[in-house]
């Protein structure tokens, strides 16, 4: 258990401006990992093993990609008790990303709202950051995953070239590799989920992981992250893709750009991806035809609207294997993993 309650914190957090919070606590992250500082935030790790995509997960609840979009600080994450820890999104080139203010609290609704746009340091940065864990480096029980997408100058027709590269990139350190085609923040990237497009992409992806898994003696799954604002006749055709081009599993879900669940609100209104609970019905949702179009055995990463144990056992009995946590951490704070882990290790 950490040694400084996260409820004490939370109210100094939310007296900030909400990307400034975020930017201080990963900071705070990165100084304080692999020191006694780290006792802090520190909580047990739940040990449910399960076997995914021919990789085992310590537990069943891992951080979702977008609150370490650097991997800066994957050893202080790792500290929480997660399984698994994913990082990104990486571009191959560093970008800025959307102007500011781009993150928006509705604590009303336990949600947020971000329009970050990818804004990360680049590939090169992201690979050294990566290659310093020495969580990665002593072999300690933590599955890796890491997420690319495409630069926001990149035009629509030439995505695939950037996937290609951060796959390349990323291949020899992840455990995992997740293609991300479904914030709603770069401009035309959704516009990859659509039958051809898709088609095109995974097809591409499919053949440079062959190659580098010949050159390398290893073959990294690859998993495919999509949007909850799909209609069923587009899960269906997404699945069936997938299983096409021998995709390894399924994160279910981005963020939505529906505002149904808050409108009125304060920052309703703000263009971006919306997170936390109101997603969670949306994302179970998708979770559930996805389970029904792919079958009992393809493996599925449930995220999106997990605030408390029980959210996270929905996800489960939706149709997921395993589950992330991104906006839950910012309202619930870390104890939120330890408490799914458990919860989910007493559904055996």
């Not at 293609?179 to 992409?201: C, M």
């Not at 021998?246 to 529906?258: E, F, K, R």
Request: charged share 20%; with cysteine; aromatic share 4%.
């Amino acid at each position: 258990m950490s040694l400084i309650p996260y409820a004490l914190m939370r109210p100094v957090l939310f007296a900030m401006d909400p990307e400034a919070a975020h930017d201080l606590t990963m900071q705070r992250l990165a100084q304080s990992q692999n020191t006694l500082l780290q006792a802090a935030w520190q909580q047990t790790q739940i040990s449910d093993p399960i076997t995914l995509a021919g990789l085992t997960f310590p537990n069943r609840v891992g951080l979702a990609a977008g609150l370490d979009k650097n991997a800066r600080c994957i050893d202080g994450l790792a500290a929480m008790g997660f399984g698994f820890v994913e990082v990104g999104t990486v571009t191959p080139k560093p970008q800025p990303g959307n102007p500011k203010p781009r993150m928006f609290r509705l604590p009303e609704a336990n949600a947020l709202i971000n329009r970050f746009g990818f804004n990360n340091d680049g590939l090169d940065a992201f690979l050294h950051n990566v290659q310093q864990s020495k969580v990665r480096r002593k072999g300690k029980s933590l599955l890796l995953g890491l997420n690319i997408g495409k630069n926001a100058a990149t035009a629509i027709e030439n995505a695939t070239q950037d996937y290609l590269i951060c796959l390349e990139g990323v291949y020899p350190h992840a455990d995992y590799v997740t293609v991300n085609i479904s914030s709603p923040n770069t401009k035309n990237l959704r516009a990859l989920q659509s039958d051809e497009a898709l088609d095109s992409l995974l097809a591409a992806v499919a053949r440079r992981r062959e190659e580098l898994a010949q050159q390398q003696g290893k073959r990294v799954p690859i998993f495919v992250k999509i949007a909850p604002d799909l209609t069923p006749e587009q899960v269906q055709v997404i699945a069936a893709t997938l299983q096409r081009h021998g995709m390894d599993g399924v994160i279910a879900t981005n963020t939505t750009i529906s505002r149904e669940a808050v409108q009125g609100l304060p920052h309703a209104d703000e263009a971006g991806g919306l997170s936390g609970a109101p997603v969670l019905e949306a994302s179970n949702r998708v979770i559930g035809q996805l389970r029904q179009a792919l079958g009992k055995d393809f493996p599925i990463i449930g995220v999106g609207g997990i605030l408390t144990a029980a959210d996270a056992v929905s996800k489960i009995h939706a149709g997921a294997d395993v589950v992330q946590l991104y906006s839950g951490l910012v309202y619930t704070g870390p104890e939120l993993v330890t408490q799914a882990a458990q919860a989910l290790k007493n559904l055996r």
